[in-house]
């Protein structure tokens, strides 16, 4: 740069390069976004459990030419909050009942608001040690309410998908390349994962699960002895706390035994349910998480957090470090208590997802969160009493978990009732398919959702299907 070019540059008036507000602006935006935040939450039970607008629509409410010149922030708020943020599911209203909802309380969005305020950051202990040590004490104080092994490490990752591969990467790192064995009801994201590491298919065995749908541990007893007797090692099998389909727990205690016996590595997926350990019925179908090599569980799926956040612990002290750090010294990082995050993981640059979790716990305890949380298993259980009692309908898997499959008692088409009462805005729910059949589907953890809000969903659905059904009838004549 010239003497006259950098003359130019020092010259040149602040306000161009100035990236800050008038204190009193940020005040009164921070005002709008707690306005529009608490809007939202206030009347999200009149408004429709998910919208949803077509791209041509929205690209003509938010894009048009790339802004040059600065624009009015709070008119763009108002804008996010009306269009782009309000076209979307809404996991946190009381009647959506499709995948997984997902409803944050208001101390997770408010520690969300502060980290995030705060530019807060959980890579090193040099860089961000507050952030860090909330992390570190968090995942301490779930674990031994959960009752894993206490010796269990861990960290937090963006979801179940990067939770469970970081698992099964550290896996095979300590156990060596082998088999892996799941069941047909393990989460697609772990089967995708899997191949992404580049663990060839051959490696891969599917186990059918039984009536339950739960993994069938005599098939899974006899696969490994083909693979031993074939020259195979098997060396990890995969069990799932609550799957998403019908919230079924495998049975963890047989599996554990079998992994201990094989010297294979035993991972437990809980993203859905593993929460709900944290309550006594929960824990009582979930005996031998204590006995898992790994443990996963989303807090933004059923600890009330916004996303993204989830939750990995791994039972052999020092494995994670041994395989994700960038130097060799693995060991240093955990023997004077302090903790470089970014070495147990593939993430470098992290965010600090602990500190809505740390502050929902502080904030309501854990006997609330757990009896928030009973309060969506006790709700499914109601929901599988309205179905029995109601002619048209049948279950096809009892309530586990918060979440309830059935069916209509005449074919039907059951994506069309189910899509035209979730397009009706009242709420919104979806279908699944268990061994080639396709069923409806309830999944209730939203401790906002009544008594009400169950009934009269399913009595919707009972009105649509007599809707189609003359109809169809009016057709034919």
Same mark, same amino acid.
């Given at each position: ?8 540059? @020092? ?13 009193? %602006? ?24 998910? /919208? ?8 003509? @409410? +938010? ?41 944050? *309380?208001?101390?997770? $969005? ?21 952030? *860090? ?24 990752? /963006? ?22 064995? &799941? ?13 992404? $590491? ?16 739960? $993994? ?61 350990? &944290? ?25 009330? /957090? ?24 693995? +060991? ?15 993430? &470098? *640059? ?33 929901? !599988?009493?309205?179905? %029995?009692?109601?002619? !048209? ?6 309530? @586990? ?19 035209? +009462? ?14 080639? %059949? ?19 969903? &399913? ?15 009016? /057709?034919?004549?």
């Amino acid at each position: 740069m010239s003497e006259d070019e950098y003359d130019a540059f @020092q010259s040149q008036d602040p306000s161009s390069y100035d990236l800050t507000l008038d204190p009193e %602006q940020i005040r009164a935006l921070g005002h709008q976004i707690v306005d529009l935040t608490i809007n939202h939450l206030m009347t999200l039970r009149d408004r429709p459990a998910i /919208s949803v607008a077509t791209n041509e629509q929205l690209h003509a @409410q +938010l894009g048009g030419p790339a802004p040059e010149e600065p624009g009015n922030i709070s008119s763009d708020l108002n804008l996010l909050a009306n269009v782009a943020l309000e076209n979307q599911q809404h996991g946190d209203h009381p009647r959506y009942f499709a995948r997984v909802p997902s409803p944050s *309380s208001f101390a997770a $969005i408010a520690g969300d608001w502060l980290a995030t305020g705060m530019d807060s950051v959980a890579s090193s202990w040099g860089g961000g040690s507050g952030p *860090s040590a909330i992390e570190l004490i968090t995942l301490e104080w779930l674990r031994d309410r959960i009752g894993l092994n206490p010796q269990c490490e861990g960290i937090m990752l /963006s979801g179940g998908s990067m939770a469970s591969i970081t698992a099964l990467i550290t896996a095979r790192n300590i156990k060596g390349e082998g088999c892996i064995y &799941l069941s047909d009801q393990t989460h697609s994201s772990i089967t995708r994962g899997i191949k992404a $590491i580049g663990i060839p298919d051959a490696l891969v065995r599917v186990i059918p699960t039984d009536k339950d749908l739960r $993994i069938d541990v005599a098939q899974l007893r006899e696969q490994i002895a083909v693979d031993r007797n074939s020259g195979f090692v098997p060396t990890v099998v995969i069990a799932t706390a609550g799957t998403t389909n019908t919230g079924a727990v495998d049975d963890l205690e047989i599996i554990a035994e079998i992994s201990e016996t094989e010297n294979m590595w035993f991972h437990v997926d809980g993203a859905y349910g593993g929460p709900a350990a &944290l309550t006594a019925r929960g824990k009582a179908v979930m005996p031998g998480l204590a006995r898992a090599n790994s443990f996963v569980l989303d807090p933004h799926k059923w600890l009330f /957090s916004p996303y993204d956040i989830a939750c990995l612990w791994i039972s052999d002290p020092g494995a994670l470090e041994e395989t994700f750090a960038m130097y060799p010294e693995y +060991l240093k990082d955990v023997s004077d208590g302090t903790v470089n995050f970014h070495n147990r993981s593939l993430e &470098l *640059s992290r965010r600090s997802r602990a500190i809505k979790l740390w502050l929902t716990i502080r904030t309501y305890g854990f006997n609330k969160i757990g009896a928030a949380i009973d309060r969506g298993i006790v709700l499914a259980e109601y929901a !599988e009493t309205v179905i %029995q009692s109601t002619p !048209e309908l049948e279950v096809v898997t009892p309530a @586990q978990l918060g979440i309830v499959t059935f069916t209509f008692n005449e074919p039907c088409d059951l994506a069309a009732i189910a899509r035209e +009462l979730t397009e009706s805005g009242f709420a919104a729910l979806t279908t699944t398919s268990l061994k080639g %059949q396709e069923v409806l589907r309830l999944c209730i953890i939203n401790p906002a959702t009544t008594e009400l809000d169950v009934s009269e969903t &399913l009595k919707r659905l009972v009105q649509i299907y007599h809707l189609r059904a003359d109809k169809s009838v009016e /057709s034919v004549v």
